[in-house]
T-cell receptor, first 114, second 114 residues
C-alpha cells in the first residue's frame, strides 16, 4: 500500500523569499502524485499533479514540483512567495495499478510573513 | 454555480444524537467521496461511491453510513454521535474512479459534538 510523508508540519517564510515544501512517498508500483492547497475555512483545491511524462510540473500561480523516482520525492517549490500563498499544502499519492484510493500526507502549513 | 456543495456548513449537536450531512455535485462526475479531517488537519478517506456503487469502505465505525441516491448526491448519516466524531467532513467528487483523477472538494461541514 502507498504512503506519503510531509517532512515539515510548518514552514514560515518571508514574502518574496523562495520556499520548498518536502514530500516523500512509498509504493511498490508506479504512482500518480498530487499537491493540493487548502486556504482557511475552505476545501482542498488541486495545485498540480504528475501523471507521466515530464518530471517537472507547474501550476498557473508559479509553483512547481519535480517527480524524483530514485529519491521517491515530489517536492513543491516556488521562487518567490506572496502573502496570499499562506495556506495548508497537502501532498497526495495514488497507485497506477487500478486502485481507487488517494492517500494524503499530514499537510504543511506555509506561513508567509511580511 | 457551486461545483461541490455540502449542507450544513456547521453542525453543533449533543452526544448520542443522529445527524446527516448532505453533498451534491453539479460537475457530472461519476465518483464521490467522504473524507474526515481531524484537528491536526490529517485527511482520511472514509467512503467512495462510483455510479452509486460503494468502492471504498475504510475502517470506520458502523455508526457511519453513506447513501448515494444518484450519481450527483452522496449523503453521510451518523448515528449515536460521540465526542471523537468532532471534525471537518469533506465531500469530494472526481470525473471517474481511479488514481489519476483530480478530486474536487466541497467547503466542508464542521461538526462539533458536545
Amino acid at each position: 500500500a502507498q504512503s506519503v510523508t510531509q517532512l515539515d508540519s510548518q514552514v514560515p517564510v518571508f514574502e518574496e523569499a523562495p520556499v520548498e515544501l518536502r514530500c516523500n512517498y512509498s509504493s511498490s508500483v508506479s504512482v500518480y502524485l498530487f499537491w493540493y492547497v487548502q486556504y482557511p475555512n475552505q476545501g482542498l483545491q488541486l495545485l498540480l499533479k504528475y501523471l507521466s511524462g515530464s518530471t517537472l510540473v507547474e501550476s498557473i500561480n508559479g509553483f512547481e514540483a519535480e517527480f524524483n523516482k530514485s529519491q521517491t520525492s515530489f517536492h513543491l517549490r516556488k521562487p518567490s512567495v506572496h502573502i496570499s500563498d499562506t495556506a495548508e499544502y497537502f501532498c497526495a499519492v495514488s497507485e497506477s495499478t487500478g486502485g481507487f484510493k488517494t492517500i494524503f500526507g499530514a499537510g504543511t502549513r506555509l506561513f508567509v510573513k511580511a | 454555480d457551486t461545483a461541490v456543495s455540502q449542507t450544513p456548513k456547521y453542525l453543533v449537536t449533543q452526544m448520542g444524537n443522529d445527524k446527516s450531512i448532505k453533498c451534491e455535485q453539479n460537475l457530472g462526475h461519476d465518483t464521490m467521496y467522504w473524507y474526515k479531517q481531524d484537528s491536526k488537519k490529517f485527511l482520511k478517506i472514509m467512503f467512495s461511491y462510483n455510479n452509486k456503487e460503494l468502492i471504498i469502505n475504510e475502517t470506520v465505525p458502523n455508526r457511519f453510513s453513506p447513501k448515494s441516491p444518484d450519481k450527483a448526491h452522496l449523503n453521510l448519516h451518523i448515528n449515536s454521535l460521540e465526542l471523537g466524531d468532532s471534525a471537518v467532513y469533506f465531500c469530494a467528487s472526481s470525473r471517474r474512479a481511479g488514481g489519476k483523477e483530480t478530486q474536487y472538494f466541497g467547503p466542508g461541514t464542521r461538526l462539533l459534538v458536545l
